[in-house]
């Protein structure tokens, strides 16, 4: 049981890991599977069970949290100059995750930041304590 555990881990710890190196350039559920040396069905599911998010999800969660601080610390970069760096190709949908996630658009977040408006730090601590971004 030990080993299953340790083994389940250490896949876990793997894919998280190429996931946030990959999340800005993109990946296949393939790559990620021939990368931690399973099939993608067995990883997916896997990394749903222990994780409690689909590696898809992490992806995004990783790619939205970077977007955020892009925001607040890049205040003239485009968002969607902000949407295409992070691993978004389409800023339209970057934006739509961005409020899924955040509850705000990028634009509402980052006037929110200039305002000096503690309400885009409170969201973003809120977002990462429900598991939505990485902080």
């Given at each position: 049981m030990g080993t299953s555990t340790q083994c389940s881990k250490s896949l876990i710890t793997r894919a998280t890991e190429f996931v946030e190196r990959n999340a800005?350039?993109?990946?296949?559920?393939?790559?990620?599977?021939?990368?931690?040396?399973?099939?993608?069905?067995?990883?997916c599911r896997r990394f749903k069970e222990k994780a409690g998010i689909t590696i898809l999800s992490l992806r995004d969660i990783i790619r939205i949290d970077q977007a955020a601080w892009k925001l607040i610390r890049n205040l003239d970069m485009e968002v969607k100059e902000v949407a295409y760096e992070v691993g978004y190709?389409?800023?339209?949908y970057f934006c739509l995750r961005f409020r899924q996630k955040l509850g705000l658009s990028p634009?509402?977040?980052?006037?929110?930041?200039?305002?000096?408006?503690?309400?885009?730090?409170?969201?973003?601590?809120?977002?990462?304590?429900?598991?939505?971004i990485l902080i």
């Open positions: 800005r350039i993109g990946f296949t559920l393939d790559e990620i599977a021939a990368y931690v040396g399973v099939n993608k069905y067995y990883l190709r389409n800023p339209s634009g509402e977040f980052r006037r929110s930041c200039r305002e000096g408006s503690p309400f885009a730090v409170l969201e973003i601590s809120k977002c990462a304590s429900e598991g939505n």
